[in-house]
């Protein structure tokens, strides 16, 4: 009897066992597959919330802005290198500054005598939106072009910055654009490739990740000729303890390999020099730097099996935009075609090897106005009464319809301006 009342308990209590762990089982498996399914709905909500708020910012970055030229004050100057300085501006009228986009760059304009036309130029803001903060935009005094006659003085504006705007100067500048930003609601790896003062806008883009996307992994590939000529490195070491972040700087005036560091090369950046650091090509490549090395370096990516839509540049001058742009617009075998300016009484023959609109008006001695010669600025929009037209790239700024950017435009049939 005792034998067979033992075997009951143990009977039972095995079963209450195997009950309590199959229980305890099947409350794991279902907290799993809750856990599963709460973590694709708040996937799918935080891809929405992330979309809202990126509808959110845009409608306050374009209610915030400002139309026009605005006065502002350079409120410090900094020497960043020997040719390299970097201004902050804040508003004259003591009103606040709307945000903007990581990447975005501001436009000056610089009267001069009566008898000249306004000058108009693009920089990069080089530090990360902080309600706060002033505006920041970094310039280089650069030389003048190989071509200029002997004597020629250092490039205009960029001279001006340096010889004459100092702490308290007032200078006109038209709100942030541009569209070479950094894409807010991808999340894929990036890799910033700069050629001198071309690392500016990556600057902003750099500080932006560092602040809200720190997990994001990027990576900095800056061109410059010797150690001297490195820009905001303080900055970049400071950024780059954090485990997502690395850059590399190439020395195209090299002191011998064994002087290099761990993250420094030897010569211009190409993507031999990217493979030696990147697992893959499987990123989003944004390039900034001289238009030659930007062309350069586009071909390689393209070489390396990186798609077009992943590959993004900023063109700053017009030979950016005819030696980076020329594949949107295949010109080698374009028809001659007949550009008429009605105002000016002259109908011009434009052929392949007369360049841009711009270009064909200014050999001829038709005056257009014009700014930044990149498609950035908007200053040289002109109507166009009968005719089409192609940009050699996607300009930046935003003209009516019917006007036409003739700084980075050709013909496509015969046209007339008014």
Not at 26 to 47: F, G, N, Q, S, V
Not at 173 to 188: N, Q
Not at 226 to 254: E, K, N
């Amino acid at each position: 009897m005792e034998i067979w009342l033992s075997s009951i308990v143990i009977l039972v209590a095995v079963a209450t066992a195997f009950f309590m762990a199959f229980d305890a089982w099947a409350r794991m498996r279902w907290r799993r597959r809750r856990l599963a399914i709460d973590i694709e709905r708040y996937t799918a909500l935080a891809d929405v919330l992330a979309k809202r708020e990126a509808a959110i910012v845009e409608s306050r970055l374009q209610s915030t802005s400002w139309k026009g030229f605005r006065k502002l004050r350079v409120t410090r100057r900094e020497r960043e290198t020997h040719d390299v300085a970097s201004f902050y501006l804040r508003p004259h009228d003591g009103q606040p500054l709307p945000g903007f986009r990581p990447g975005q760059f501001l436009t000056f304009r610089f009267h001069h005598d009566a008898d000249r036309e306004p000058s108009v130029r693009c920089y990069s803001l080089s530090q990360a939106h902080a309600p706060v903060r002033d505006y920041r935009v970094t310039i280089k005094r650069l030389p003048p072009p190989d071509d200029a006659p002997e004597g020629t003085s250092h490039g205009e504006v960029s001279s001006y910055f340096h010889e004459r705007v100092s702490e308290g100067s007032v200078v006109e500048v038209a709100p942030p654009s541009g569209h070479f930003t950094l894409d807010l609601s991808d999340g894929r790896p990036a890799v910033f490739i700069a050629g001198g003062i071309g690392i500016t806008p990556f600057l902003s883009m750099l500080e932006h990740l560092h602040q809200h996307e720190p997990e994001r992994e990027a990576w900095l590939f800056h061109g410059v000729k010797t150690r001297q000529d490195r820009i905001a490195v303080d900055q970049l070491q400071l950024w780059a303890r954090r485990p997502s972040f690395h850059f590399v700087t190439c020395y195209s005036i090299g002191s011998g390999p064994e002087n290099l560091g761990p993250f420094e090369a030897e010569g211009f950046v190409t993507t031999d020099i990217l493979k030696r650091w990147l697992p893959s090509s499987n990123y989003e490549f944004y390039v900034c730097g001289p238009p030659a090395m930007m062309a350069s370096v586009m071909t390689q990516l393209q070489d390396w099996k990186v798609p077009r839509t992943s590959i993004h540049y900023e063109a700053f001058t017009s030979e950016s935009v005819q030696e980076v742009g020329a594949g949107t617009a295949d010109l080698a075998d374009a028809a001659p075609r007949q550009v008429s300016f009605r105002s000016a009484g002259k109908t011009l023959r434009w052929t392949p090897e007369s360049g841009t609109i711009l270009e064909l008006a200014e050999a001829h001695g038709v005056f257009l106005p014009s700014g930044c010669r990149a498609g950035n600025c908007g200053t040289c929009a002109a109507p166009v009464l009968t005719g089409s037209f192609s940009a050699l790239t996607q300009p930046e700024a935003t003209v009516e319809e019917g006007s036409c950017l003739v700084c980075v435009s050709v013909p496509t049939e015969d046209i007339e301006f008014a």
